[in-house]
C-alpha cells in the first residue's frame, strides 16, 4: 500500500524557518508530479508549491520568495524549505503525490509560527 508521510512541522517564530519532508513508504513504481498544500482553521486547503518530475515549479503569490519546493526521484520524496515565515502561514501542510493509479496524500503536519 503506498503511503506518504510528513515530518518537520513544528512551532517557530515569526522570520524562523523550517523544512518540511514527504517520504514515501511502499512500491512505488512512477511518481508524476509532486506538491504541497496547507490548510489553516477555518479555510479551505490550498495549493503552496508544485514541481514535476522534470523540476518545473510552479508557487502560490503568497509563498513565492520564501519556499522552495524540490524531490529527489530516487528516495520518492519532496521537500519544501520554508523561509521568513510569518504568522499567516500557520496552517497543517499536506504533501501530495501523482501517480499513475491516482493522487496520494498525506496525513499532515502543523506548522505554527508565532513569538
Known amino acids: 500500500q503506498v503511503q506518504f508521510v510528513e515530518s518537520g512541522g513544528g512551532l517557530v517564530q515569526p522570520g524562523g524557518s523550517l523544512r518540511l519532508s514527504c517520504a514515501a513508504s511502499?512500491?512505488?513504481?512512477?511518481?508524476?508530479?509532486m506538491g504541497w498544500y496547507r490548510q489553516a482553521p477555518g479555510k479551505q486547503r490550498e495549493l503552496v508549491a508544485l514541481?514535476?518530475?522534470?523540476?518545473?515549479?510552479n508557487y502560490a503569490d503568497s509563498v513565492k520568495g520564501r519556499f522552495t519546493i524540490s524531490r529527489d526521484n530516487a528516495k520518492n520524496a519532496v521537500y519544501l524549505q520554508m523561509n521568513s515565515l510569518k504568522p499567516e502561514d500557520t496552517a497543517v501542510y499536506y504533501c501530495?503525490?501523482?501517480?499513475?493509479?491516482?493522487?496520494?496524500w498525506g496525513k499532515g503536519t502543523l506548522v505554527t509560527v508565532s513569538s
Open positions: 501530495n503525490a501523482a501517480l499513475g493509479s491516482g493522487a496520494y
Open positions: 511502499g512500491s512505488i513504481f512512477r511518481i508524476n508530479a
Open positions: 514541481i514535476s518530475r522534470g523540476d518545473s515549479t
